[in-house]
């Protein structure tokens, strides 16, 4: 089966910019989403296709895939950033999920 | 803007059959841009994709569970459910349905419902 690793927590101060890895292999011949999932609530999508933002998700939010890796940067981070965060990319018709990172705003 | 709203039982009984609906309003099941999907969260745990359907009827599930789930789609009652059949402890999670941009393999799961918590215990 197909598998996306994620640094299980990053820690970022307020203001600072917070980098999320997401690595699997040909990566780069696939399109990565990544989600948002704070505590208690559904997950939102804030990237897909690599770099794309949907309508109403914040500038803050970049991606990027290259390589064996995709990255999910946060600029500026804010305290409501604080969450759970997964890529996802399609392999075989059917969606995977990473392992997830929980970003900390300390 | 589509709105998706799980429901379910709440508690099945190992062994038992779990059964969901997802009621989909502000939008239309039949659309051949959309899947329409179900995702779950085991307590304390990772996202896991369990399967979509497409306005066809057309399934795709996940190949760890492929052998107990159903979904299927009801164009009449705008709703889409989940079977999972056997189901054993390890099928407690939160159980979440989503729309599913994702049809050229490039968009994202941009409407989610809110979940419904499912535990298996007798």
């Known amino acids: 089966s197909y598998e996306l690793t994620q640094p299980p927590s990053v820690s970022v101060s307020p203001g600072q910019t917070a980098t999320i890895t997401c690595s699997g292999d040909?990566?780069?011949?696939?399109?990565v989403c990544w989600y948002q999932q704070r505590a208690g609530q559904s997950p939102v999508l804030v990237i897909y296709e690599d770099d794309k933002r949907p309508s109403g998700i914040p500038e803050r939010f970049s991606g990027s895939n290259s390589g064996k890796s995709a990255t999910l940067i946060i600029s500026g981070t804010q305290p409501v950033d604080e969450a759970d965060y997964y890529c996802?990319?399609?392999?075989?018709?059917?969606?995977?999920f990473g392992t997830g990172t929980k970003v900390s705003v300390l | 803007q589509a709105q998706l709203q799980e429901s379910g039982p709440g508690v099945v009984k190992p062994s038992q059959t779990l059964s969901l609906t997802c009621n989909v309003s502000g939008g239309s099941l039949n659309s051949e841009n959309y899947y329409w999907s179900w995702i779950r969260q085991p307590p304390g745990k990772g996202l896991e994709w369990i399967g979509h359907i497409y306005y066809s009827g057309s399934t795709y599930y996940n190949p760890s569970l492929k052998s107990r789930i159903i979904i299927s789609l009801d164009m009449s009652k705008s709703q889409f459910s989940l079977k999972v059949h056997s189901v054993t402890v390890a099928d407690t999670a939160v159980y979440f349905c989503?729309?599913?941009?994702?049809?050229?393999?490039?968009?994202?799961?941009?409407?989610w419902g809110q979940g419904t918590p499912v535990t298996v215990s007798s």
């Open positions: 996802q990319v399609w392999h075989a018709s059917a969606r995977v």
């Open positions: 040909i990566l780069d011949y696939k399109y």
């Open positions: 989503a729309r599913d941009s994702g049809y050229d393999q490039k968009g994202g799961m941009d409407v």
